[in-house]
């Protein structure tokens, strides 16, 4: 049962990667779905190679411990990646994004617990990051540095909150119960969409072409891409020396870096003029994911995942 993975919420836009990449290693996955009878969460899954021999789909609630403990069961390992993504305003934040992230993590990682999991991986993002109004202006941001639970509640910005208070309450769980976690902590994740729907940084990118002038500037620090997060997934899955967060970006920069950027090659678009800095006082990097540059991750840069994303949008018909 060794090679027996379950990935949460391995219908989305991340999940789909990491179950592709899963399969063409090798391993025997359980991807869940919140409906098992929609097809655009499913499809795209079983027309992987692999996916008709070692590919099982399960449908769970996060809210829901006992549909969560059939997935994981038998399983050696889990990537626990479901968690709603909105950074649009929202009407109810603590049932449309504080329950499932927070409630919804601690269920699947007792599941593991009780499953005899060797390791989780948990989905975190660079919203537990940022916002940090308090990080030192001189010293370059990263896996030391959290984002300010009370400037979130003052500005009302329940998804980085929310990512936060779920990634917080993941290692208190690992140190009270003895749980192996290790977290990856993504940027902004575009380019080839697998899955027929489009997540939120990939909505971002076709607001932009559309001529958006929004600047994310507690959202944003930097940008990856689809593959690279679901190898930075697998990479601190398979090598057991890794631990801790690790900061998952091709640089840390700007949105304003991003906007100029696909404003270059993509003229024909109506993309704003931005100005430069979008996130005042966020250092530049080009190196900040160290940690998973030393496990041989080598990054995708900016211009190729820009590129990939908006022909993927192109030929998909959403933009």
């Known amino acids: 049962m060794s090679n027996v993975v379950c990935v949460t919420g391995g219908s989305g836009c991340i ?5 592709h990449l899963l399969l063409e290693r090798g391993y025997t996955v359980r991807a869940t779905v919140k409906d098992l009878n929609d097809d655009s969460e499913t499809k795209h899954l079983q027309g992987f190679e692999g996916a008709d021999t070692r590919l099982r789909i399960f449908q769970i609630d996060l809210l829901d411990y006992n549909s969560i403990v059939a997935a994981v069961a038998g399983c050696a390992g889990v990537f626990h990646l479901a968690s709603p993504c909105i950074v649009d305003r929202v009407q109810d934040p603590q049932k449309e994004l504080l329950d499932p992230a927070i409630k919804g993590t601690i269920n699947v990682l007792t599941a593991a617990k009780e499953a005899g999991v060797s390791r989780v991986v948990v989905t975190s993002s660079i919203s ?13 941001k990263n896996e030391d540095c959290w984002t300010d639970i009370e400037y979130c509640k003052e500005n009302q910005l329940w998804y980085p909150m929310s990512k936060t208070l779920a990634e917080k309450s993941a290692w208190e769980f690992a140190k009270e119960k003895g749980l192996d976690i290790v977290v990856v902590n993504p940027g902004t994740v575009m380019g080839p969409v697998i899955s027929p729907k489009l997540n939120a940084s990939m909505i971002m990118l076709v607001r932009l072409l559309q001529g958006c002038t929004e600047t994310y500037e507690d959202f944003f620090m930097g940008s990856v891409h689809f593959k690279d997060v679901a190898l930075a997934h697998i990479l601190v899955y398979e090598n057991k020396a890794a631990s801790g967060r690790h900061l998952c970006v091709e640089a840390i920069s700007h949105y304003g870096d991003f906007a100029a950027k696909v404003a270059e090659l993509y003229p024909e678009y109506n993309v704003p003029r931005l100005p430069r800095d979008t996130q005042p006082g966020l250092l530049r990097a080009k190196d900040a994911s160290k940690k998973l540059m030393n496990l041989g991750l080598k990054f995708i840069p900016m211009e190729q995942i820009i590129q990939e994303a908006v022909e993927g949008l192109k030929t998909k018909g959403f933009i």
């Open 128 to 140: 537990s990051i940022t916002p940090s109004p308090k990080w030192p202006s001189d010293v370059i």
């Open 15 to 19: 999940g789909s990667w990491l179950v």
